[in-house]
C-alpha cells in the first residue's frame, strides 16, 4: 500500500509540473508580444535615463542619441519625445521640434509643458500664429489630474503655473496677430484688446508676474489706454526695478502725456542701467531722447534748468560707502539697497487715480 501511495505521489507531481510546464509555455506563445513589449519599455526606460543625465550635463549629442534608441523600443514615451523635442529647439531644427511636441501629445495629451512649447515654436519659429493660438487655449483648456500627498507629492502649483505661462504666450501670440494688420486698423485693436484679456489672467494666476504687467502695460499703451498703462508700467517696475525697458517705455508715455519732468527721470534711469550693462548703443539713443525731452522742457519752462541737490524740508542726502575689490569701485549692501529702492520708486504713480 505504502509502495503504491508513493508512485501515486510521484506520478502526481510529475503530472502538476508538466501542466505547470505546458501552461507556462503557452502563456509565452499566447503572450509574447506582450512579454517582448514590456522588456523593451524596459530597455527604453533605462535609456532615457541615461539620456536625460546626458541633458542635465549639456552632451545633447549623447542626449539625442539614447532618447532616438528609447524611443524605437518605446515610441510613445512622451517625456523622451518631450526632452528630444527641447535639444532640437536648441539647435534650432524647430521641425524636428515640433515632431516630437506633436508624438509627445499623442501618447499624453494633457503634458501641458510639451503642448506649450509646441506653441512657443509655431508661434515665434515657425510663424504659424494661428496654430499657435490654438495650442495655448488647448493647454488653457486642459485640466491634468490633480494628484496631491500630503509632504511627499502636489502637482497643482505646477499645472497652475503652466496655465498662467499659457495665457502670457496666448497673449503674445495676439500681440503678434495684430502687428500683421494697420495699427489704427478695428482687427489690429482687437488682437490686442484679446492680448490684454490674456496677461491679465496670467496676472490673476501669478500677480507678481514682471513679464505680464510689463506686457499688458505695453499693451494699453498701443490701446490709448493710458491710465491702466501707467499703473501697470509701475508694478511692473516695482516688480523688477533694474529692468531698463519698463522704464524706457514708461518715459515714452510720459512724453506723450507732456509729463517732461518725469519722463526724465525715467530716462535717466533706464540710461543707467542700460550704461551698467555696457549696451552703449542703447544707451546712446536713450540719452539722444533725454536730450531731446529736456530740450522741449527749456523750451517750455516747464522745470528750472538747474537741478538742485537738495530742497528744503527735505531730508539731507545720507552718504554711502563704496570700497574696493580686485582693483574696482564695488558699491557697499547700503548703497546697492539705495540704488534699487531708487529705481523701484515712480513718483508719478503715487499720484494716479485708481482706475478700479
Not at 47 to 65: L, N, R, S, T
Not at 227 to 250: G, M, R, T
Not at 321 to 346: F, H, S, W
Request: proline fraction near 3%; aromatic fraction near 14%.
Amino acid at each position: 500500500m505504502k509502495h503504491i501511495l508513493k508512485n501515486f505521489k510521484k506520478i502526481t507531481y510529475k503530472t502538476i509540473s508538466a501542466i505547470v510546464f505546458v501552461l507556462a509555455i503557452l502563456l509565452i506563445v499566447l503572450f509574447q508580444k506582450w512579454v517582448l513589449l514590456q522588456m523593451y519599455h524596459t530597455a527604453a526606460f533605462y535609456y532615457v535615463w541615461q539620456a536625460d543625465e546626458e541633458y542635465k550635463k549639456g552632451h545633447f549629442q549623447e542626449a539625442i542619441g539614447k532618447y532616438n534608441y528609447a524611443i524605437k523600443l518605446f515610441p510613445e514615451h512622451y517625456k523622451a519625445n518631450y526632452n528630444l523635442g527641447n535639444i532640437y529647439v536648441t539647435y534650432e531644427d524647430y521641425n524636428n521640434a515640433v515632431s516630437c511636441y506633436e508624438k509627445a501629445l499623442i501618447a499624453n495629451p494633457y503634458y501641458l509643458n510639451a503642448r506649450i512649447n509646441l506653441g512657443i515654436v509655431l508661434s515665434q519659429q515657425i510663424l504659424d500664429i494661428d496654430r499657435a493660438i490654438v495650442e495655448y487655449n488647448k493647454a488653457i483648456n486642459t485640466n491634468p489630474f490633480i494628484l496631491n500627498l500630503p509632504f511627499v507629492f502636489n502637482n497643482k502649483p505646477s499645472i497652475t503655473h503652466s496655465k498662467a505661462i499659457a495665457y502670457y504666450n496666448l497673449g503674445i501670440a495676439y500681440k503678434n496677430k495684430s502687428l500683421l494688420y494697420k495699427s489704427d486698423s478695428m482687427e489690429a485693436r482687437d488682437y490686442l484688446k484679446q492680448a490684454a484679456e490674456c496677461y491679465r489672467n496670467s496676472i490673476k494666476i501669478e500677480p507678481d508676474s514682471y513679464e505680464s504687467h510689463y506686457n499688458l502695460a505695453l499693451t494699453m499703451q498701443l490701446l490709448g489706454v493710458y491710465l491702466e498703462s501707467l499703473e501697470e508700467y509701475c508694478k511692473s517696475i516695482n516688480l523688477e526695478p533694474l529692468d531698463y525697458k519698463a522704464h524706457y517705455n514708461l518715459a515714452i508715455l510720459l512724453r506723450q502725456k507732456f509729463l517732461y519732468r518725469e519722463s526724465i527721470k525715467e530716462l535717466e534711469k533706464a540710461g543707467l542701467l542700460l550704461d551698467v550693462k555696457g549696451d552703449y548703443f542703447k544707451t546712446a539713443y536713450i540719452y539722444q531722447i533725454l536730450n531731446e525731452v529736456s530740450q522741449r522742457v527749456i523750451a517750455k519752462r516747464a522745470i528750472s534748468y538747474e537741478y538742485e541737490t537738495e530742497k528744503s524740508g527735505e531730508s539731507p542726502a545720507r552718504s554711502y560707502d563704496i570700497t574696493y575689490v580686485n582693483g574696482r569701485v564695488v558699491p557697499t549692501e547700503d548703497l546697492d539697497k539705495a540704488i534699487t529702492e531708487n529705481m523701484r520708486t515712480c513718483s508719478v504713480c503715487k499720484n494716479l487715480p485708481s482706475s478700479k
